[in-house]
């Protein structure tokens, strides 16, 4: 019965019909139903009327229905005018839908070995031809073409010509992360499918592996919540973005987990091939004169045993020794045998010069290797000529005042000559003849910018001149320095409401706010605290739980109106609450501003940490929040001239952005006026593979007062150096980078295969090798699917009004003549 409602009312393939709701289209019949209603008995009566009053030949009865079939068939074309139409919520069965997507990735290009008995099985398993049987390798796309253009046996073509099943077909590509798009299914792009017609659409440019975006678009195409399973053709190289696998419950599902169908992954690729790789390890600041040691981690595949010589040498890429030729050092050369896995080599060196340097870790390839780009890896390290330097304000002496002097007059990174302070209170004559101490708050700029960390200590504002508070902003927004505020119980951070200070804070200022200390209470670490190495104070959370439990009560702190919209607060009060009643206060925070970072402490009492441990958590604190503010740019007077590009490492036809902060010997921007010709001038050093070097100049024109800029296209893969020569000091500041052919799938040469299964796995699906993939067949049992919807069709094009227009004309001819109306 369904299925012949179904039939009449033009619903394919519907198993139940539950809710029908007629209305009309048409504006005028919508608004009111008087018309319709109107017409129809006007239409009625003039029928009635005419087979009643005008044709009196025939029974009375007759006529009569005569007249009623005449009046609904006028009726019916009236209410044609109407657009009549069926609002229906049914349900169809439909075939089950199968995503089949393939990989588009540029590692489907590369060529896998394969010996004469694999290539003899590859022939008879996907259809490669017999001009296959005679080569060495066989790219992974050429074997995927071969798998969908077999004209026997295809998997595919019989999943949906055997088993009935919707195939829809994507290939994933991109360059940033990888992004689906559907392909033609058949010439005519909706006929059925053909496999061979999606072969010839593959292609190869996608720059990376993201499968866990490409589950996450899967799941948001059009019509993916009735897919029933997928199928996924791949080498699994996964390299960017989200993994698809691993998640938990809830909202830590992984993007195989929220899919929610099986997912049946098929293989494609050699698993084992012979592949040599380093990746190199330093310290990113070592100190001039101090042994360190640089770790080259070797790892290989097929070289068991074999011997490899691994190189490591250093380039300077500033001052003077960067603008001189065969410069390279060789910090060390160690042949070894390769062992299972990976193996670690330690290579002993004790810089002798000070400077951005440059160190490359190389090993030969190995005979057969089929990629190579992994066989180098390079890393920048700034070696510190002397010390880092830091710089504390404070009105008076306290408790971590004593202790932070302390802690970093036995860093090795600050030292003696590293830690100066300024103290208000302290007598004018200490301050001129004591070397620890800073004459004046506000040196020339020469020696503030040189600075890399400030401390601001608990200052009344009449001791905080307007020159100090606009020079600290411009060390932090414009020279990447560090700046701590600690609040201290006498003055309180409020003292810097209207400086220029009071805005790069991480908190806002409560001009009304007063010292707390009503209770004592516990510091409780954010969520985010993890995320900062200077609030690891550990090597385990139970010890970093107990170093911060080392704190014990704390008597009192500062309150604040709120929390910076930028700001990320690390730790926070167990009780008391900002202004707004929600945000609980915060007693360290740390935000973003301009080129550097602020730190606020709500309190001074970090030097509790000392107690049972000494000075171990606290100088892990202090240590590692220094190393955070003031390693992350230029040190010293360095920050004077700073050259750097937009990325380390580009692709062919990329553009390089190469720009350089320029000032003068006081900190000034240098300008067009202190320039010849206006420009700054430059050398770019081109080095291709076999030696070939190329050297052309640059100018950087200025693009604001202090900042200089230059386009460069990366016309060739290579290694590049931009030498800009400063014209204050003389030296040079080079930059390296590196423009490659090649992609990161070209980096591994082997199939994820842990992957594949992995993922197959975690969704109840299966994995497969494309040699094997006709066992899908019968591994895929689906159901047909149930779609519930609700849709809106137009009456007048239905049989069933076909059907009525027909049947009421048909049967008042016929009646008219068996009654011998004219």
Not at 749 to 760: K, T, V
């Amino acid at each position: 019965m369904t299925g012949m409602l179904g039939w009449l009312l033009g619903l394919e393939n519907a198993t139940s019909i539950d809710e029908i709701d007629p209305s009309f289209a048409a504006s005028w019949a919508a608004e009111s139903a008087f018309w319709g209603f109107f017409g129809v008995v006007v239409l009625t009566v003039l029928s009635l009327w005419f087979y009643l009053k005008r044709q009196p030949r025939g029974p009375w009865s007759a006529r009569l229905a005569l007249g009623l079939c005449r009046g609904l068939l006028l009726a019916l074309l009236f209410l044609t005018l109407a657009n009549p139409v069926l609002r229906v919520s049914l349900t169809n069965r439909q075939p089950p839908l199968v995503y089949v997507v393939l990989d588009g990735t540029e590692s489907m290009e590369i060529e896998d070995p394969y010996s004469e008995t694999q290539r003899a099985e590859l022939s008879e398993r996907i259809g490669l031809g017999p001009e296959w049987k005679s080569r060495e390798s066989v790219t992974r796309m050429e074997c995927l073409r071969a798998f969908l253009q077999r004209p026997e046996n295809n998997v595919l073509q019989q999943l949906a010509d055997a088993k009935g099943f919707r195939i829809e077909v994507f290939q994933f590509d991109g360059n940033s992360t990888s992004q689906l798009r559907k392909l033609r299914s058949s010439p005519a792009g909706s006929g059925p499918f053909d496999a061979s017609h999606v072969a010839g659409q593959l292609t190869s440019p996608g720059q990376v592996t993201a499968l866990g975006a490409v589950l996450n678009d899967a799941g948001q195409q059009f019509g993916a919540g009735n897919m029933a399973a997928m199928v996924l053709f791949s080498d699994f190289a996964h390299n960017a973005g989200a993994s698809p696998v691993g998640g938990g419950d809830g909202e830590s599902l992984s993007p195989a987990q929220r899919l929610r169908v099986p997912v049946y992954t098929i293989g494609i690729g050699a698993t084992e091939t012979i592949d040599l790789a380093v990746d190199l390890q330093t310290d990113p600041k070592m100190k001039r004169n101090e042994r360190t040691v640089i770790a080259v981690n070797l790892r290989h595949d097929g070289l068991q045993d074999q011997a490899a010589t691994v190189r490591v040498s250093a380039r300077p890429l500033s001052g003077s020794r960067a603008s001189g030729e065969g410069q390279t050092i060789l910090v060390g050369q160690q042949t070894v045998a390769l062992r299972a896995g990976s193996q670690s080599i330690d290579f002993p060196f004790t810089p002798e010069d000070a400077g951005r340097f440059e160190f490359m870790a190389e090993v030969d390839p190995a005979p057969g290797e089929s990629v190579v780009d992994n066989n180098r890896a390079a890393r920048e390290v700034n070696i510190i000529d002397d010390y880092l330097r830091l710089m504390y304000v404070d009105y008076e002496p306290s408790w971590e005042w004593r202790f932070v002097k302390e802690v970093f007059h036995r860093d090795k990174l600050v030292g003696m000559d590293g830690f100066r302070t300024y103290l208000a209170s302290s007598d004018p004559q200490v301050r001129e003849t004591n070397i620890l101490f800073l004459p004046t708050l506000t040196p020339k700029r020469s020696e503030f910018f040189a600075n890399d960390v400030i401390f601001l200590g608990d200052m009344p504002r009449s001791a905080l001149t307007d020159r100090f508070c606009e020079m600290t902003r411009e060390f932090v927004g414009r020279f990447g320095g560090g700046l701590v505020v600690i609040a201290g119980p006498r003055f309180g951070p409020a003292q810097l409401r209207g400086t220029a200070l009071e805005d790069m804070l991480p908190v806002i200022l409560d001009p009304e706010s007063r010292l707390r200390d009503e209770r004592s209470f516990r510091l409780q670490r954010t969520i985010h605290a993890d995320r900062y190495p200077f609030m690891q104070l550990g090597g385990t959370e139970v010890e970093n739980t107990r170093a911060w439990n080392n704190l014990r009560l704390l008597p009192w702190y500062q309150p604040v109106a709120q929390v910076h919209d930028q700001a990320f607060v690390l730790a926070e009060h167990p009780a008391d609450t900002c202004l707004d009643g929600r945000t609980p206060q915060p007693l360290i925070a740390i935000r973003q501003f301009g080129a550097g970072e602020v730190v606020y402490l709500g309190f001074d009492e970090m030097w509790r940490l000392r107690r049972m441990y000494g000075e171990r958590y606290y100088r892990e604190f202090w240590s590692q929040l220094i190393y955070r503010l003031g390693m992350s740019h230029a040190l010293g007077a360095e920050k004077r001239f700073v050259a750097r590009t937009d990325r380390q490492e580009y692709r062919v036809e990329d553009r390089v952005t190469v720009t350089v902060e320029a000032y003068n010997e006081n900190f000034d921007p240098l300008v067009q006026q202190d320039l010849p010709g206006g420009t700054l001038s430059a050398e770019l050093t081109v080095s291709r593979s076999g030696g070939f070097d190329t050297v052309r100049e640059l100018t950087l024109s200025m693009l604001r007062p202090g900042v200089f800029e230059a386009s460069i296209p990366a016309s060739a893969a290579g290694v590049y150096h931009v030498r800009v020569k400063d014209p204050v000091g003389g030296g040079f500041n080079e930059i390296p980078f590196t423009v490659t052919g090649a992609s990161a799938e070209r980096r591994s040469g082997i199939r994820n295969r842990p992957l594949q299964e992995q993922l197959a796995q975690e969704t109840g699906g299966r994995s497969y090798e494309l040699v094997n993939a006709q066992q899908l067949l019968d591994d895929l049992q689906l159901e047909s699917v149930a779609e519930r919807y609700t849709r809106s069709y137009p009456l007048w094009a239905t049989p069933l009004w076909f059907l009525a227009l027909v049947g009421l004309m048909l049967g008042e001819w016929f009646s008219r003549k068996m009654i011998n109306l004219s």
